[in-house]
Structure formats: C-alpha cells, structure tokens
C-alpha cells in the first residue's frame, strides 16, 4: 500500500502552541484575509437581494478558513483553479475587491471584463487562471498545469479547489491517478461541505470519508479541519513543501459547510433540505469567531483591535461597490474577442 492516510483533528493538535509559532503576524493577516472574504460577500448578498447583482451568485460563507488557510501557503506563481464558488479562493489568492465586485455587477472593469460574472473569474497576476462552473471542469486543467510546472522546472505548484459533489464526477479519478502516477506538484482541494446542491452526502455515497476514496490510489490523502485557518494552512504548507520537494500530490479532504444555501443569499432553510439545528453546529464552529477567540485570549490582539479592523475591511468593500457602481458597462465592440471559432479562416 502506498497511500498515506491520516485523520487530523484540530482537538488532535495543541492550536495554541501552532499559533505561537506561527507569530503574530502570521495569524492576524490569516483573520484580516477571512474578514474580508466574509464581509465581501455579506456585502454582494445584500446586492443579490436588491438585484444589482444579477449573476448568479454561490456564496462561500461559512467555508472561508479553506481559502484562506491554502493561499496563505502559496506564493504569487502557484496556480489555483476554481468552481462556482469561488469568490473566496479569488480574494485568498491576492485578487483585489475592485476586479471582482465589478466582475460581480458584470462592469468592463471586472476581472473577466465583465464577460464573467461570479462564476468565471479569471486573474493572471495572481495565478488564478480560471473558475469553472461545470462540476470538477477545473481539476484536469489544474493537472495539466502541475505537469507543465514538472516539466518546466519551474517548482510551483497547481491548487484545484471543489466540492464534495465533484468526487463523482469520473474525471476526478483520472486526475486523481494520473498526478499520483506522475508524482505532480498538485493539491487537490475538496471542500466537502456534505451537500451538492440539494442532496446531502449521505444520499449520494456509502461514505462520508472522502479522504479514503483517494489513499487507495498511492497518493498522500488527508482529512483537515476546514473550520480552523491554522489547522488549513498548516497542512496546506506541508502539502506544498511535499510538492517542491517532488515527492507528489496531496488530496485534503477539508470537513465544512456553507452557511447559506446553494446558490443565492438566502439560507434554504425553508425548502426541506436542511436541518436547523445542524446548520447552527456548524454556525457554532464559525472560523472567524474561533480565531478571534484565539487571539484575544492569547493576547495577540484585543476587541476593540478586531472592531477596528472590521470597519476598515467595511470600507475596503463599500469602495469596491462604489467603483463598481461607478465603472462602465461593457461595450460590446469587443463581443468576439476570445472567441473560438473552429475552422474559422
Ligand atoms: C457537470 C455538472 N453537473 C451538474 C451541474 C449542476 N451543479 C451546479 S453546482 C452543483 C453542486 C456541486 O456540489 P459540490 O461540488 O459539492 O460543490 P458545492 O456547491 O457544495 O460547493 C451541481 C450539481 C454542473 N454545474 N455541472
């Protein structure tokens, strides 16, 4: 057997001690990063209710410790690859608020211009070439990238973010095998937030250990805390340094859930496919609450600090809707630009 199964829980782990040798620093840009994922899309979920935002919009609240603990371990070259739900990995990775509440309210400002919307965001300079909203469309894409990066030499490595729901998907295996086969400098990411739209985990699978589908194909697979930041960037840095080195892939299964419903602000609480009560244990594990918790009472910060912070990253987002509101729509001269057209001569 070759694969490396492993299951880490943050009560497995003294958060403490790993908090003090990350350093202050450390941990608060982890905390500013899930603040401004979390009141971004707070801000865009008020905009879908008034309908200036008319892009169909999945939101990441409730999941933002697995963007944030995974970018934290990256550097700008790295390469990571998203889905419909991606506003978070694209804020993690770098991606400033102005290109993506512009791409949001589809404005010729937009990190895709304004072709995009929520679901297509796309920013080279930070190393996000693309989200895609057919389910798992972006894993394979990711490992062409890791065999690119093998290739070249160049020692970076490729990041592919997806939910539970895209573990069915049969591509997810041959990407699985192949990066495992080639020893890839590859993350695979799976957030398994135990639904797929509207059908839970448990009505789709045998198992909820998703982490044990992909140990069997001789790959380093493990199972992450995915409401605990520093739990999410202290495994997604040993991933990456497992990559660099040239010793393979690693697939982390991060354990979350999506505060909201599937796609829209409201919470689909009243449509029969959600339980209040075990949304309210997930609201219970809210990462940023359990990181503020942390810092406080381990003296990095205080809450008037934190109070601060959150009006400063208010007015970073109402900036954002601002310039966004302020920007031009796209107009349309360019409508073919980028367009395949095969056979064209
Ligand atoms: C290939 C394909 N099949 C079905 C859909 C419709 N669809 C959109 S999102 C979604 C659920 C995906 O669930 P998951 O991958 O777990 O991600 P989550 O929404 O939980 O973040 C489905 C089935 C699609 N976009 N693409």
Redesign the pocket.
């Known amino acids: 057997m070759g694969g490396s199964t492993e299951l880490l829980m943050s009560t497995d782990i003294d958060l403490k001690s790993r908090a003090r040798s990350l350093g202050k620093e450390t941990l608060l840009g982890l905390h500013l990063q899930l603040i401004r994922i979390r009141l971004f899309e707070e801000r865009a979920a008020e905009l879908l209710e008034a309908k200036e935002i008319n892009t169909a919009c999945?939101l990441y609240i409730g999941q933002e410790a697995v963007a944030t603990g995974v970018c934290k371990a990256l550097r700008n070259t790295d390469l990571i690859w998203g889905?419909?739900?991606s506003h978070g990995h694209y804020l993690a990775k770098g991606g400033d608020m102005r290109s993506i509440m512009a791409e949001l309210l589809c404005k010729a400002t937009g990190c895709a211009k304004g072709r995009g919307g929520s679901m297509h965001l796309y920013n080279k300079e930070i190393g996000m070439l693309g989200t895609v909203?057919?389910?798992?469309?972006t894993i394979p894409i990711g490992v062409g990238a890791a065999l690119a990066a093998k290739l070249k030499k160049t020692d970076d490595v490729s990041v592919a973010f997806?939910?539970?729901?895209?573990t069915e998907?049969g591509i997810f295996f041959e990407a699985i095998n192949f990066a495992a086969l080639h020893k890839l400098p590859m993350i695979f990411v799976c957030?398994n937030?135990y639904?797929?739209?509207h059908l839970p985990l448990t009505d789709r699978r045998t198992t909820e250990k998703l982490f044990e589908l992909v140990a069997m194909n001789s790959m380093h697979s493990i199972r992450a805390d995915g409401m605990n930041v520093i739990e999410m960037y202290d495994l997604s840095t040993e991933a990456v340094e497992r990559a660099r080195r040239g010793d393979g892939p690693t697939f982390i299964e991060a354990e979350t859930y999506?505060f909201r419903g599937?796609v829209g602000p409201k919470d689909d609480l009243d449509v029969g496919i959600r339980d209040r009560d075990i949304l309210q244990s997930w609201i219970d594990r809210d990462p940023i609450l359990q990181l503020e918790s942390l810092l406080v009472s381990e003296g990095y910060t205080t809450a008037a600090k934190l109070e601060t912070i959150r009006k400063q990253v208010l007015a970073e987002v109402a900036d954002s809707v601002e310039f966004a509101r302020n920007s031009p729509d796209p107009d349309g001269s360019g409508v073919l630009d980028h367009v395949f057209i095969g056979g064209a001569k």
């Open positions: 999945h889905n419909h739900r909203p057919m389910v798992a469309a997806f939910g539970d729901g895209a998907e957030e937030n639904m797929s739209s999506r599937h």
